[in-house]
């Protein structure tokens, strides 16, 4: 999944003097069994250029039977501003994210001066490798499960479209980069879509901006 968690590879980023995105690749981790705040660290998951996940568990009784996703940014990254705001507006959107479709997020922070975001674990694969498998093993996508997984995304924007501020106030949010890494399929039959990181919670934002995000052949039309 590690196209998946390069949230702002495709973004220019004024990165700090000297940066090696192979470099960053090493650091933000942490030792398999060793406590993050209140998250034993179970497994790495994987690295992009930009973060390193991890699964985990939470120390409280009450979050016993649950997996995290701890997704820390990498140390030269968590030193730049810019990155840093990338990040923390991924977590202000997820925050808001509450649908089923949707990998939700539980919190985020700053842990041991590492900037992380908590999230829920999907135990499966994302929808680009299971598309590189089938084409690997000359394997027809069953229409049916192509039709329930978009079916099950455009539910995910639809409530994401569609959702206001506490005055009833549209935020027109736009995720900006539906791309199939950013598609999870867990093994129990869930669709969850994620990366909201680059997602512009208006439209106007975009035009202010000019920034375009996310990969060329997935653009929202809101950037055109």
Known sequence: MDDGLNLLDDLELELPDGFDFAGAETDSSVAQGAFFGPYQVIADVGHGGVARVMRARHIHPSYAESTFAIKVLHDELARDPRVVSFFRNEAFVLSMLKHPNIVQTFEAGTQDDKV???MEYIDGRDLDEMVARCKKFNIALPMPVAMFVVSEVLAALDYAHEL???DGQPLRLVHRDINPA?????YDGHVKLGDFG??????DQVEKSRELAGKIGYFAPEQL
């Open 116 to 118: 992380f975001i908590a």
């Open 164 to 166: 206001t501020e506490g």
């Open 182 to 186: 950013n598609v999870f399929l867990s």
């Open 198 to 203: 680059v997602a512009s919670l208006a439209a």
